[in-house]
Each structure stands twice: as structure tokens, then as C-alpha cells.
């Protein structure tokens, strides 16, 4: 594309053909458009007209997807301008381009800048030039510094006494991953693709060893959402010094996006309950959140950490800033900061909650985010974790991070920001107990500490694969490792130092006299309205002959370990004597958890927790096991490929393969550049029976696009399916 489309030479010969014309009443025409021209040139010089070069501007700054009308480029990148005038212009017509953002813009604080188009003469590194005039027209370069405050400037034309300022005077100015001089600059061209430019994705949840990608549409580059971001970065009040700080504006998104201390855009809720608002897994991309928030101003209802962590990578990429959604399977929370998460058993097995306020959730979800960081010592640049998830307060309000995964690697605790809670989260060691009453007195007795339980197969999506990409070795050594050894001693050094939290390192454990292992057989796919039906194992790999002691729970939970019903318990005790191999069985009714099930609006888990105790040695093991729910699919039919502005149907297919009626069905539905968000009621679906939804889609952009879709019901939940679309012109 050339970047002079408007500009039309004049050849000389022409001009000189056109002033040899005939005389007409004793006046060559060439004289009366003498005349005429020195008319029309007279006067103070007024600019008409801007024409914001938009597709041309777009296209080089990567911003031509965003769904918004104004000028939207990259810091660091210059970009052009068409001025119109009322008259032509001449060498000594000043042009000044002025440009301001915020409330109360100031040139001593860099938010209001005049911009002398003649001179080229820089102001703030900020820079324009005439480079072409053509008559009555011109066409002016402008170029932003790479650390230019980062929002929504208003742009006016400046000549003389006279100020132009047009219907639509806005200019986006956003980070800039493309250019070397950013703080965001990433080299690599199919990461910048992925982490800035890419719309859609997969969120990993589940359990470790279960993990499954759960569809993510982002939406960047969708109606509102880059408006929504620039409103939250008003809303932060943060400095104009600081505003162009990636390090400061992500840690301050991660504060925003949840509603906990101003008013911001998510309003966390893991009661399973959810009337109000809209369920956390009813969700399927970040849009829709953003754009209510934005047209109301008010917070949204509800969020868990992945959609928190969806809309944080949502808000990141819209302002340039590469980003990623990154699960952490059994991953702690730390309140006392000693690097140990509690887990108090009665003598029944069945987890005790409200003795410690630790936990262990199956996966958390929070981000990364891609820049330099000068304020720290070299070697801490690139991927930074935060978290936009209210779990802890930080300086006083619920955010989290950045924080370099590098430091987090090597146990460098002490860097800025929450480097420690970040650290245990992946490093804390798990500690049961088991409570006992002797004597009308509660006593607590430890059970085991594991040290390798915590922070496994932390996942991300893969870059331009839809894939999983375990990314566990960025944050941790291996296990045992002398380098895995040395951070969590970096770690512990620095928290006892600093009487920040008091952490002391875990000595191997010994080996076990008696030379058990517990375990589970049996059915491990657990289908709604099935029995549970299992076997508690006990493979005895000693040549001794051990008496155990044996009691085992049976619990529901939602992801983040908080208990919802206690379905079943066992007590026995078992001989080893010339056995390899000892079963239990332990077996639960559909209706004994289907209640529970069905009580919550929230995704439950089964949790088996087993405590053995050997009488011959006093030796104590413990054993925690996960089984999931399985639910039949939901299928998308649709053509593989479409046209733009052209309608094409699409259905959405559900069988109930299962042997209980699903109540309540509700689908939902997004597919970015071609629907909103929306929801059908399904009402009840009876065992076997299939339901079929069609919607009407007229696609508005070209491209690759997909459509997720969710099924939730009063007894299955997160039933989600997507399929891809290619639109042409």
C-alpha cells in the first residue's frame, strides 16, 4: 500500500499549456485564473477537514481488528495524517497539531502537547512533519516516543488564532510489542501473534490429573472493550509519569478487574449460589463482561479465578500489552506464610475446615504478562505473574503482582510485587493432621508432610497450536534438584530474615518400616445418577506382616477445596498377613450425592481422603484421592466455511445420555465477529431425549472465527463444545 495514496504530481507542461489559452475581451483566461487563485488564497488559513488515514494507519500498527471507528496506533510508530485547509497553503502558514488526554490536560505534565508541524521540532520526543503539500491539503507524520502515556488523546488543528477540531478528534495510542524501544517489546513474530493479536483461546481447569481446556473467547478487538479499558485506566487516577509504566498499569488492572476495593469490573462468589448475576460457568469470553461494565458502570455478578484471569488477558492484549491465562494444578494458598498449607482430618478422614483458613484448590487461574522491568536488577525481564483473583490483600488492596517468574524460579521473594505469595503457591509443602479427641480435648496429631504435591503441570495455551503447554520448569526446578533446593532455601532465608513469615525447610521424609501404599481401584469415570463404586487399596510391598488401622472419607467439593457434603466413611481394620494386595469397597448412591449436586450451581468434585496407621510401628500414612464428573457432549453444526454479511445457520445438538433428567437447561452461546452472547432456555431434558437450537449468524468480520457454546443444568454444569468457522469476502 503506499503511503501516499492522495497525492497527485502536476506535470510542469501542463501548467504551461494552461496558461496559453485564448483572450477573451482582451483578457487571456490564464489572467482571470490568476486573479481567481490570489481571491482564494487570501484570508487567515482554517483547517476543514482531518482525514485520520485509517486503514492505512491500521494496517502498519496492527490495530485494524479493534471494532471502533477512531484512530487507534502503537507508541514508538509514527503515523500520518491529511490535513484539509480553506485555502492552499503557503511556506509561512504555521500548523500546529495539538494533542491532550485526561481530565485537566497540562504541557508540564506531558498531557498536553503542541505539536509545531513546520519546524518538525520535538516536544516530549513527540514529533510531526509536513512531508507532502498538495494545494490545498497536506499530509503530516506524526511520531509518539515508545514510553508515551498510554489512553485516549483528542487531536486539534491549530493555525493562527483559529483551532479546527473535528466530530471525531480521537487517537487510541497503545502499548507497542513491534517496536524495540517498548518496555512490551517482544521479538518473536508467532508469540506477538498469540499473546497480543489472537481473540480467542483455552483456559486450563480441572485437576492434575484430569486437566481439560476449557474455551475462552477474549475479544480484544470487539465493540466497547478497548473504551472499557481505557475507562478503567482513568478510573486507576494514576499518574501521567506512570501511565505509560506497563509494570504499574498491569499491577493496577489486576486491582480493577476485581470489584473488591473500587468498584471494578468482577464481583468474585464461590458460594455456589449465584441469583443475581449471571454464574461464573455460564460465561464464555470476556466481551460481554466488559461491555456491561462499561454501558452500566457498575460492577458485573459473578467471577471464580478463570474468568477474573480471562478478562485480565482480555484487558492486557486491548492495550497492547502481551498477555496469557496460565492454571496451576494443586495450587496453595498460603494465609500464614510459612510455606505449609494445613489439612486437618477428624478421626473419621473427613476434612475439618474451619481450623485453618489454607487451602489447596484443585487449579487456580491467573496471568502473565510480557515487559521489561528496569526497576528490578538484570535477569528479571519477560513473563511477569499477576493476578487479578481477590485472595490476599497487597499494600492495602486486593491486587497481585507483577511479579518476574524468573524470581519466582529461583526463590527470590523479596522482589517486587508478591513475589511470596506467587512463590507458595507452586512451592508449599502439604501438611495433614489429624484431630483427635483425648480426653474431651482436641488434640492435633501430624500425619505426614509432602513436599512434592504442590504446583503441578502448570499450563498455558501453546503458541499458534490449540494445544496445552506445560510451562512448570519456567516457574520451578525439578523436583530434588540442587538448584530446586537451593530457591525454596532462598526462599526461607529471606522470610525469616525479614519476620515476613517463618518458614522451615522440610527434611526428607524417611523411609517407612512398613512399606505400604494406599491407593484406589475401580471406576475412576464417574457419571451423574451412577453409583459410585470403588476400592480402597492397600498393597502391602514389605516382607513384614503389618495390622493397619483404617478409615477412609468420602467428600464433595467445589475447586477451590471447600467441602459441600460428606457421602460416605469407612473404619476397618485390615492384616497384611500373606497378602500383596488388600481391597475395601466403598460404595455410594446416586441419591446420596445427587442433593448436594444439584444444591450448587457450581462444577463438584469427589475427594477420597484415607489415613492408615500401622499398630505394630505407630507409623501414620495419608492418601488423597480426585474423581471427576463425565457428562454427555454437546455437538455445533455448521458449515465450514461462509461468506461475510451472508447468513448461514447454526444448531447446537444435546442427547441426555445419562439415567437422570437434566433440569433447567440453559445453553449459551458467543461467537466473536458474528453474534454476541446469548442464552436459550432448554427447559428439562428426560433421559434420552435430544434437544436441537438453531440461530441465524450474519458474520461481520473476515477471518478465522469460532463459536463456543456451554450447557449448564441444575445437575450437570460446563458441558462446553466450540468449532471454527473460516469467513471470506
Same mark, same amino acid.
Given at each position: 500500500m503506499s503511503s501516499k495514496p492522495w497525492v497527485t504530481k502536476i506535470q510542469c507542461s501542463t501548467q504551461m499549456a494552461a496558461l496559453e489559452d485564448v483572450e477573451v475581451m482582451g483578457v487571456t483566461s490564464s489572467h482571470l485564473e490568476y486573479k481567481s487563485t490570489m481571491t482564494r488564497n487570501r484570508g487567515p488559513l482554517k483547517a476543514v477537514g482531518i482525514d485520520f488515514l485509517r486503514k492505512h494507519n491500521t494496517c502498519l500498527h496492527h490495530t485494524n481488528d479493534y471494532n471502533n471507528s477512531s484512530l487507534i496506533v502503537r507508541r514508538g510508530q509514527e503515523f500520518q495524517l491529511k490535513l484539509n485547509f480553506s485555502r492552499e497553503l503557503k511556506d509561512q502558514d504555521k500548523i500546529t497539531l495539538q494533542l491532550s488526554i485526561g481530565e485537566k490536560p497540562k504541557q508540564s505534565s506531558g498531557t498536553l502537547l503542541s505539536l509545531n508541524a513546520r519546524s518538525g521540532q520535538a516536544v516530549n520526543r513527540w514529533?510531526?512533519?509536513?512531508?507532502?503539500?498538495?494545494?490545498?491539503?497536506?499530509?503530516? &507524520?506524526?511520531?509518539?516516543?515508545? $514510553?508515551? =502515556? /498510554? #489512553?485516549?488523546?483528542? *487531536?486539534?488543528v491549530k493555525t493562527g488564532p483559529n483551532i479546527y477540531q473535528?466530530?471525531?478528534?480521537?487517537i487510541y495510542i497503545l502499548f507497542n510489542p513491534w517496536c524495540k524501544a517498548d518496555s512490551v517489546f517482544m521479538p518473536d513474530e508467532a508469540e506477538r501473534a498469540e499473546y497480543v493479536l489472537n481473540d480467542t483461546g483455552y483456559i486450563y481447569v480441572g485437576s492434575t490429573k484430569n486437566?481439560?481446556?476449557? !474455551?475462552?473467547?477474549? #475479544? @480484544?478487538?470487539?465493540?466497547?472493550?478497548? $473504551?472499557?479499558?481505557?475507562?478503567?485506566?482513568?478510573?486507576?487516577?494514576?499518574?501521567?509519569? &506512570?501511565?505509560?509504566?506497563?509494570?504499574?498499569?498491569? +499491577?493496577?488492572?489486576?486491582?480493577?478487574?476485581?470489584?473488591?476495593? $473500587?468498584?471494578?469490573?468482577l464481583f468474585g462468589n464461590w458460594s455456589g449460589r449465584y441469583s443475581g448475576g449471571t454464574s461464573p460457568l455460564a460465561w464464555t469470553g470476556s466481551a460481554p463482561i466488559l461491555q456491561q461494565?462499561?454501558?452500566?458502570?457498575?460492577?458485573?455478578?459473578?467471577? @471464580?479465578?478463570?474468568?477474573?484471569?480471562?478478562?485480565?488477558?482480555? /484487558?492486557?492484549?486491548? *492495550?497492547?500489552?502481551?498477555? +496469557?491465562?496460565?492454571?496451576?494444578?494443586?495450587?496453595?494458598?498460603d494465609t500464614e506464610e510459612n510455606l505449609k498449607v494445613d489439612i486437618y482430618l477428624n478421626e473419621k478422614g473427613e476434612k475439618v475446615e474451619d481450623l485453618t483458613s489454607d487451602s489447596i484448590w484443585n487449579f487456580h487461574v491467573w496471568n502473565e504478562a510480557w515487559m521489561k522491568r528496569p526497576d528490578l536488577p538484570k535477569g528479571f525481564d519477560g513473563w511477569q505473574a499477576i493476578d487479578a483473583t481477590p485472595q490476599e490483600q497487597s499494600q492495602g488492596i486486593f491486587q497481585c503482582g507483577p511479579c518476574p517468574v524468573n524470581g519466582i524460579r529461583k526463590g527470590e521473594v523479596y522482589l517486587p510485587y508478591d513475589s511470596k505469595f506467587v512463590f507458595a503457591e507452586v512451592n508449599a509443602d502439604r501438611v495433614f493432621w489429624l484431630v483427635k479427641n483425648v480426653d474431651g480435648e482436641s488434640k492435633h496429631?501430624?500425619?505426614?508432610?509432602?513436599?512434592? =504435591?504442590?504446583?503441578?503441570?502448570?499450563? %498455558?495455551?501453546?503458541?499458534?497450536?490449540? %494445544?496445552?503447554?506445560?510451562?512448570?520448569?519456567?516457574?520451578?526446578?525439578?523436583? $530434588?534438584? !540442587?538448584?530446586?533446593?537451593?530457591?525454596?532455601?532462598?526462599?526461607?532465608?529471606? *522470610?525469616?530474615? %525479614?519476620?515476613?513469615?517463618?518458614?522451615?525447610?522440610?527434611?526428607?521424609?524417611?523411609?517407612?518400616?512398613?512399606?505400604?501404599?494406599? #491407593?484406589m481401584e475401580g471406576e475412576t469415570t464417574l457419571w451423574p445418577g451412577n453409583p459410585i463404586d470403588l476400592n480402597i487399596v492397600v498393597k502391602n510391598e514389605s516382607a513384614g506382616m503389618w495390622t493397619v488401622d483404617l478409615v477412609g472419607s468420602c467428600q464433595l467439593e467445589s475447586y477451590i477445596g471447600k467441602v459441600e457434603a460428606s457421602l460416605a466413611t469407612i473404619k476397618q481394620t485390615v492384616r497384611t498377613e500373606g497378602k500383596t494386595v488388600i481391597q475395601i469397597p466403598l460404595r455410594v448412591a446416586p441419591e446420596t450425592y445427587l442433593k448436594a449436586l444439584m444444591a450448587v450451581e457450581d462444577e463438584l468434585l469427589v475427594k477420597l481422603n484415607i489415613i492408615a496407621e500401622i499398630q505394630e510401628t505407630s507409623e501414620k500414612l495419608t492418601e488423597e484421592l480426585t474423581l471427576t464428573f463425565q457428562y454427555p457432549p454437546l455437538r455445533v453444526e455448521m458449515p465450514e466455511t461462509a461468506k461475510i454479511n451472508e447468513d448461514f445457520k447454526c444448531a447446537f445438538i444435546f442427547k441426555n445420555t445419562l439415567s437422570i433428567p437434566l433440569e433447567n437447561c440453559k445453553l449459551h452461546v458467543e461467537g466473536l465477529g458474528i453474534f454476541r452472547m446469548e442464552t436459550f432456555d432448554q427447559g428439562d431434558v428426560a433421559p434420552g431425549n435430544i434437544f436441537k437450537s438453531k440461530i441465524i449468524c450474519a458474520p461481520r468480520k473476515t477471518g478465522t472465527k469460532k463459536i463456543v457454546a456451554k450447557l449448564n443444568s441444575t445437575q450437570v454444569k460446563g458441558i462446553t463444545v466450540e468449532k471454527v468457522i473460516t469467513i471470506t469476502e
Open positions: 514529533c510531526a512533519t509536513i512531508s507532502q503539500t498538495n494545494g490545498k491539503e497536506c499530509l503530516v &507524520v506524526v511520531t509518539s516516543p515508545a $514510553d508515551a =502515556v /498510554v #489512553g485516549k488523546y483528542q *487531536l486539534s473535528p466530530e471525531k478528534s480521537f486437566i481439560h481446556g476449557r !474455551p475462552w473467547n477474549f #475479544g @480484544q478487538f470487539e465493540e466497547n472493550v478497548l $473504551d472499557c479499558c481505557v475507562y478503567l485506566l482513568d478510573k486507576s487516577k494514576l499518574k501521567p509519569n &506512570v501511565r505509560k509504566d506497563p509494570v504499574i498499569i498491569s +499491577r493496577s488492572m489486576s486491582a480493577l478487574v476485581n470489584a473488591n476495593d $473500587d468498584a471494578g469490573v461494565y462499561y454501558k452500566n458502570k457498575r460492577t458485573v455478578n459473578f467471577g @471464580q479465578c478463570w474468568v477474573f484471569s480471562g478478562v485480565l488477558t482480555t /484487558v492486557m492484549r486491548s *492495550l497492547g500489552i502481551p498477555a +496469557r491465562s496460565v492454571s496451576n494444578f494443586a495450587s496453595a494458598h496429631v501430624k500425619l505426614r508432610e509432602e513436599t512434592k =504435591v504442590i504446583g503441578k503441570s502448570i499450563s %498455558t495455551k501453546a503458541v499458534g497450536k490449540n %494445544t496445552r503447554e506445560d510451562i512448570t520448569v519456567q516457574y520451578k526446578f525439578p523436583e $530434588d534438584s !540442587p538448584e530446586e533446593r537451593k530457591a525454596v532455601e532462598t526462599a526461607c532465608s529471606y *522470610l525469616n530474615s %525479614t519476620h515476613l513469615g517463618y518458614c522451615e525447610i522440610t527434611p526428607p521424609l524417611e523411609p517407612l518400616k512398613a512399606n505400604l501404599q494406599l #491407593g
